[in-house]
């Protein structure tokens, strides 16, 4: 189950450079054995940020199965979960609404297997995305670099199957052309540095057999939960998707 809790805030001092101090609001929130075992994992089971509409800042939460929504959403989704303090900076939040969404598993197969594949599907970018090839930041928009982080990140939170293959990663490469873009470079705060990384729109179009059109597709509605890229669970990497057409 793939599940995604959207929090409206109310609060002076906010602001998008606070972003990665939210996961340790998420952290005190939740129980604390559940807590350090995320601690040790490389890839976790769960993404977080901060977006501002407007002049409102929102507060969204996504799980990637249902022992991480268990764990995390549920406590947030308490409804005595109605403030909390950010600890960077002092600055006191208090939650206006909440939204939750849920796509069960069977839901994503049946769109997999009785869908019409789609070919061309775009995505925004909201908060700044990046990735890491030997201790180097990588942040030119890569399609084999955006599947593999999916494909790691889905297996991860699905113990039962595995979404790692090379030969399927090689065909969605070769076959997954990014045919526009609106992008610029954005770097992400993080414990007084700067992650340079990139924001903006890109659109793909898929050649290829349905199936690996669709297996592609999938890929992307799941980043929707997932992020892509590094440090998803602080911050990074958030996208939705927009359709076939970058807007220019």
Known sequence: MLAQLKLS???E?????????????????????FADLMHTQNIHPYSQYLMKEGEAYSW??????????????????????KEFTVKKGNVDVRIKSKEIRQVFEDELMDRFYNQEADRNIGIRIKTPMSFKQNGIYNIVPDARLIFQSLMNKY??????????DFDT????????????????????????????????????????????????????????????????????????????????
């Not at 249902?66 to 764990?71: P, T």
């Not at 297996?155 to 790692?164: G, L, T, V």
């Not at 065909?171 to 993080?190: D, E, K, P």
């Open 13 to 33: 001092g906010l602001n998008l450079h606070k972003a990665s101090a939210l996961q340790g609001v998420m952290f005190e929130n939740i129980d604390s054995n």
């Open 155 to 164: 297996s991860a939170a699905h113990e039962h199957m595995s979404m790692i």
């Open 9 to 11: 805030l109310d609060a």
């Open 169 to 248: 990663l090689d065909q969605i490469t070769q076959n997954a052309m990014i045919v526009r873009y609106n992008l610029r470079s954005a770097g992400f705060a993080l414990e007084g540095t700067k992650i340079p990384g990139f924001i903006g729109e890109l659109s793909f179009k898929f050649r290829g057999g349905d199936t690996l059109a669709r297996y592609a597709r999938l890929l992307i509605e799941f980043a929707e939960f997932s992020g892509i890229g590094i440090k998803t669970a602080m911050g990074m990497g958030a996208v939705g998707i927009i359709g076939g057409e970058v807007q220019k």
């Open 60 to 81: 969204v939460v996504n799980t990637l199965n249902e022992e991480s929504y268990n764990h995390i959403i549920l406590p947030l989704l308490d409804e005595n979960f």
